[in-house]
């Protein structure tokens, strides 16, 4: 491992992993290096697949497949236990991993350790509760019986802004589902991938069952895993763009594919809402990993009535926001990714206040080492502005004023994305007519959080397709089988 002798305390060495993890094998390798983005400094650097590692990572999936199948659900569901218990037991150590790579501020990154565990303990449970259905034909002429089956090979890609949870969300129930899988993590933030396999390998998951690659190509790296006849499932989060062309690849050998892509969450705060609760939850949507998140709240529409007590209670507490590196005690708002990530808030930053809009606070990136842009809040933000329409994925708040019901649905619904939106009313009747109204695959109701590995995750629209997490999440690895039986 290249990690910086500064961070070699970081974690147990068990954990250190750099090289690509194939067929229960760790293949050295070397050629992406790992940036901090507190400091922009190279962490470590780790392999770089070719299409030949790919290829090989398949084959092992594949040799895998028959017996991880066949093993009994109970003995699944005590492997994955297994992992979700190493992983709470190193679970600081798994955080500081995240920070470091990721930027995150701990207490974030403490937060994604749990959240990412809890996918393995609720598929461990759900590994033993796969069922199947049993009817009769309304002629009476035969019984119809389903069964589900394990889909296949199943190749998970995932992005940088939940590094080890959205790797938890796929893997928990394509293993417990009894699939082999191939994981290809972002190249920013490979390290919490390689770990979590490390404790899987601990945990007993048998060689060939996952497999991690790690790659600068996605593109001809992913669209040759896809082009195998093996290979029958992809499952994808990131973004909408890279959603798209993968899709596209998926058709050619007519992969099934579960798609979590990009948002633009509206948060909707009536005048009868409850101004403190409004405000913890905002902050909770607008700034967990400081902004980067595809839940995170990316237009407040407030009614005019508590509009500008909210614009004021937000300005105070973004504000008063810690900024620093992640992993420095005290911080509660990390760096963006990448400086490419700083240059494009920035960018819609300028062409809102251009537009007419005004920064009650933060308004411009830091000059800092490290790639810092600070908690801003934006009021009088012209509706048709680029912001209102791109993710903005960084600690920006944008608040635009709204009179009625109607229009506060109508304006929230005019994008193309639907996969969070947050309401806050004291009327339980309001929010549950807004919510009917509302295009979105999920929806806070006087809650700034929703993911809970029990749910269902999932968006309506360019969001995606599918839903991860809850007890549907598992058939998305499985296929339905029909037996027609007359007795
Ligand atoms: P991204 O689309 O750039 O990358 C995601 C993954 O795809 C990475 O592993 C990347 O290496 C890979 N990739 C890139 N090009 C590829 C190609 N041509 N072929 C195959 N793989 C390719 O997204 P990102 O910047 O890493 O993540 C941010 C995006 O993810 C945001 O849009 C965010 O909303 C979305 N996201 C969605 C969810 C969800 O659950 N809906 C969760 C987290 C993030």
Redesign the pocket.
């Known amino acids: 491992m290249t990690i910086q002798p500064k961070f070699a305390g970081y974690a147990e060495p068990a954990l250190h992993a750099q090289g690509l993890y194939i067929d229960g094998k760790w293949q050295p390798g070397s050629g992406i290096p790992v940036i901090d983005p507190s400091t922009g400094q190279v962490l470590a650097e780790v392999a770089d697949a070719t299409i030949e590692d790919a290829q090989r990572a398949v084959e092992a999936a594949h040799r895998a497949a028959p017996q991880w199948r066949a093993t009994a659900p109970r003995k699944r569901s005590e492997i994955l236990r297994k992992w979700f218990e190493l992983m709470s037991q190193h679970a600081e150590e798994l955080a500081i991993l995240i920070s470091l790579e990721n930027g995150k501020a701990l207490p974030d990154a403490r937060g994604e350790v749990a959240y990412a565990a809890e996918f393995f303990r609720w598929y461990a449970e759900e590994a033993t509760r796969i069922g199947g259905e049993y009817r009769d034909t309304p002629s009476g002429a035969h019984k119809i019986l389903v069964e589900h089956e394990p889909i296949g090979i199943a190749v998970l ?6 590094p080890t949870a ?1 790797a938890t969300r796929k893997i928990g129930p394509a293993l417990a589902a009894g699939c082999t899988v191939i994981l ?4 920013e933030t490979p390290l919490s991938a390689f770990a979590m396999a490390r404790l899987g390998e601990m945990a007993g998951v048998p060689p060939g069952v996952l497999n991690v690659l790690t790659t600068r190509n ?2 001809p790296v ?1 669209n040759a895993m896809l082009a195998d006849p093996r290979v029958r499932k992809l499952s994808f ?4 763009a ?1 959603g798209r ?2 899709l596209g690849e998926a058709a050619k050998s007519v992969v099934s594919c579960s798609m ?4 633009n969450a509206p948060f909707l705060v009536f005048d009868d809402a409850d101004l403190s609760a409004a405000l913890d939850g905002a902050m909770v949507a607008k700034m967990r990993n400081a902004g980067e998140a ?1 839940t995170a709240a990316n237009r407040f529409y407030v009614q005019a009535g508590i509009h500008d007590a909210f614009v004021e209670g937000l300005t105070g507490r973004m504000a008063a926001l810690k900024i620093g590196a992640g992993y420095d005690a005290g911080t509660q708002c990390g760096p963006m990714i990448t400086q490419k990530a700083v240059q494009k808030i920035d960018q819609l930053v300028v062409d809102a206040l251009e537009g007419g809009a005004r920064a009650t606070t933060g308004g411009a990136p830091l000059a800092e080492e490290g790639f810092f842009y600070p908690p801003t809040v934006l009021e009088n933000v012209p509706r048709n502005a680029a912001i209102a329409r791109e ?1 903005i ?1 960084g600690p920006v708040a944008p608040v635009y004023k709204f009179d009625t019901e109607e229009e506060a649905i109508q304006l929230a619904n005019d994008t193309e994305y639907g ?1 969070a939106a947050y309401v806050y009313t004291r009327d339980i009747t309001r929010a549950m007519r807004v919510g009917r109204g509302l295009e979105t695959g999920m929806l806070g109701i006087n809650r700034g959080l929703m993911s809970d590995p029990a749910a269902p ?1 999932g ?1 309506v629209k360019q ?2 397709l599918g839903r991860e997490g809850g007890v549907t999440g598992i058939l998305e690895f499985m296929e339905a089988k029909y037996y027609a039986v007359e007795f």
């Open positions: 890609i995932t992005p940088w802004n939940f959205m290809k993590p972002a190249s996605p593109g992913v989060t990131g973004s909408t890279v062309m993968l979590e892509l990009g948002g595809c993710e994925f996969l995750f968006g969001s995606g």
